[in-house]
């Protein structure tokens, strides 16, 4: 039999490792994308018109196979919910925490997905409690998390004038904690094709969002967005979601979640230099110092590192 190493380096060859790349890439851009087009469109229009662009792709894309139709009549309380907290609710907050600041702080901040679904798995499962490397690596997050967050909260408990408002720094990471639930709530959907779970729970956010939207917004009072806004929001939607979940459980069924997930590492980067190319953005040495903190955490949760022998007996 061959050792878990050997079998990780047979599965991410050159082409996976590029393709991983790639979805890092497109990712982080989401990011980039988003602080963009949140210059000039609202949130949750902006919300509404990522999802159901995409939902619009993915059915494209699938063309009534699957089952797609059917899942949807009979499972559609379950899409609703999925998508409510893996799309509607958390991108809605990182575009609202986006209103006020960057690609790549936004992109750390959610970076904590993993943590937060380790912290939810181990109370809501029986079978994937906390060890000693996962609790290890959620202290490493949520420390620099805390990093992150520390000098706006103190700002705000003094007096002072932060340069980021608190709650801007805090939605991002609220989006990972829904992200964090979505993971647990999402493998009811193990019997679906992971593209009709895609498309299912895109179409049932994008029906929650439409009202949203509409009462909040008030979208058709809005000037014509400039074309380079126009852009955003569609590389956003059909790029940065419909492709990049295509792309997803592409790799993941070649290479395994384990190694997929490894994606989590790769994406702030991507953000800080798309935001760093593009929009001038430049982080604090917090951010940075935060920003290892929580790789750091991602590396020990990933589990990687045991193979050293540092945390033995997971």
């Known amino acids: 039999m061959a050792s878990p190493a050997n079998s990780i380096s047979t599965q991410m060859t050159l082409r996976l490792w590029a393709l991983l790349a790639l979805l ?13 087009a949140v210059a ?3 949130p949750f229009t902006l919300v509404f018109m990522r999802l159901s662009l ?4 993915l059915h494209f894309y699938l063309l009534g196979r699957h089952g797609i139709y059917q899942a949807l009549a009979e499972r559609w309380r379950e899409f609703l919910l999925m998508g409510l907290i893996n799309n509607a609710i958390p991108h809605a907050f990182i575009f609202l925490g986006q209103t006020h600041i960057g690609a790549g702080l936004a992109a750390i901040l959610n970076a904590t997905t993993p943590i937060w679904t380790v912290v939810i798995a181990n109370v809501a499962t029986e079978d994937e409690k906390l060890s000693v490397a996962k609790f290890s690596g959620c202290l490493l997050g949520l420390a620099g998390t805390i990093v992150l967050i520390g000098p706006s909260a103190a700002a705000g408990l003094f007096g002072t ?3 980021v408002p608190l709650w ?8 990972a904690v829904s992200y964090g639930l979505s993971r647990s709530y999402g493998k009811r959907f193990r019997d679906l094709a992971p593209p009709v779970t895609a498309a299912g729970q895109l179409t049932a956010s994008t029906l929650v969002m439409l009202p949203v939207a509409v009462l909040v917004d008030t979208p058709w009072a809005m000037p014509m967005p400039p074309l380079t806004t126009v852009l955003a929001i569609l590389g956003l939607a059909l790029v940065s979601t419909a492709y990049a979940y295509i792309l997803f459980f592409r790799i993941m069924a070649e290479a ?18 798309l935001g760093y190319l593009f929009l001038g953005e430049t982080l604090q040495a917090t951010d940075l110092a935060g920003m290892l903190l929580i790789a750091a955490g991602l590396v020990v949760l990933d589990g990687r590192i045991l193979r050293l022998g540092i945390f033995p007996g997971r």
Do not use: C, E, K, Y
């Not at 801007?168 to 989006?175: D, E, T």
């Open 24 to 36: 890092g890439l497109i990712w982080g851009g989401s990011f980039f994308f988003a602080r963009v």
């Open 40 to 42: 000039h469109v609202p």
């Open 54 to 57: 995409a939902a619009l792709a």
């Open 161 to 163: 004038a932060g340069d």
């Open 168 to 175: 801007a720094l805090v939605l991002p990471v609220l989006a």
């Open 256 to 273: 395994g979640a384990t190694n997929t997930s490894l994606v989590t590492l790769l994406v702030p980067p991507s953000a800080i230099l």
